[in-house]
């Protein structure tokens, strides 16, 4: 059988690339149709992509479409419809932002899309970016979408079945396209992306993500000055120099690490604090319960599917530094359990993913 895969580009490292990551280990030897692609926009993750078959659109060609793909992403439906997929019997499009279930394939050829998330930006949902901000971006995103939601709709009818990464995108998918959805959960390979270090003494709380505004890291870590609770934030983004402005004596700056490295870092934590709106699965609290890990996390998205209330983690139900803060001083009065983190992780197991595609991809 012959597969390709598709996702928007590769310029940047999170859960869309980790469940891209393992539909390329389930087929090795299938060429992967981006965008863009830039490992060293990467940092650290960029190398997990070396030998790969990556084969670009005509935007990587030129320095303008490279440095402005974002407001230029009027041209999606350019870069799908170019590339021709004549040659497969199933193609796997992992699609988030720009489009990637755009593709045009044969009507024998199986379109397979794993839908991370509708375009946000599209539907009034909250972004990395503050696109709305300025007069100008506010009225150009807003002709923009009058066109990208007609193309967006037009393309997912494109597509021969829908996967969604939780009931939440489910339900998105059913609300814009009016397609149905299968769920399968992403692979959080908690077994093979780290090794487990144990329970030791538990010293700080946690963040792990972008460092950027849809994820609400500055509630946490004013949370953080507010308590005087040491925390420690692991990754990077738009946003790292105004949250280091902000950060008081007890906050720390990892940047990007290895999954040696967060493995480490996740036993030695109190909490890990997930503020991010309307996440449309979220892997890093399943992360951290398959370290035994307990979460704090804001009521909304795929956490309310995946965290369970005063078992694994208090969930608050207002984006404030007060709602945060409480839940983090709840928290460690809860009698929550490693054990029933680690047993709440499994249900999101890297194994079930795989078996769960390869039925629906060779079934």
Known sequence: MRVALVHDFLLEYGGAERVLEVLHEMYPTAPVYTALYNPKKMGVFGERFAGWDIRTSFMQKHWVTRRFYSPLRWMAPWVWESFNFDEYDVVIS??????????????????????????????????????????????????????????????AQRV???????????RRIEKFYRREAKIIYPPVGIGSRFKFQGSRDREYFLYVGRLV?????????????NLRVPLKVVGDGLERASLEQMAGGTVEFLGNVSDE????????????????????????????????VPVVAYKSGGVTETVVQDKTGVLFGNLTVESVSKAMELVEKRNIKASDCVKQAKKFSKEKFVRQMRELVEG
């Open 261 to 292: 490295e967060l493995g480490e870092i996740y036993s030695g934590a109190r909490a890990v604090v997930f503020a991010s709106e309307e996440e449309d699965f979220g892997i890093v609290p399943v992360e951290a319960m398959g370290h035994g």
């Open 160 to 170: 021969d079945q829908f996967v969604a990464n939780s009931e939440f995108t489910k």
């Open 94 to 155: 992992s699609s988030a932002p720009y489009f990637a279930h755009g593709i045009i394939t044969r009507p024998e050829t199986k379109h397979i899309c794993y839908m991370h998330t509708v375009p946000r930006y599209l539907y009034g949902y909250k972004t990395k970016m503050n696109w709305q901000k300025y007069w100008l971006t506010r009225q150009y995103g807003r002709l923009l979408g009058l066109y990208l939601r007609q193309y967006d709709f037009l393309a």
């Open 213 to 225: 505004s849809s994820k609400h890291v500055d509630l946490v870590i004013k949370a953080a000055n």
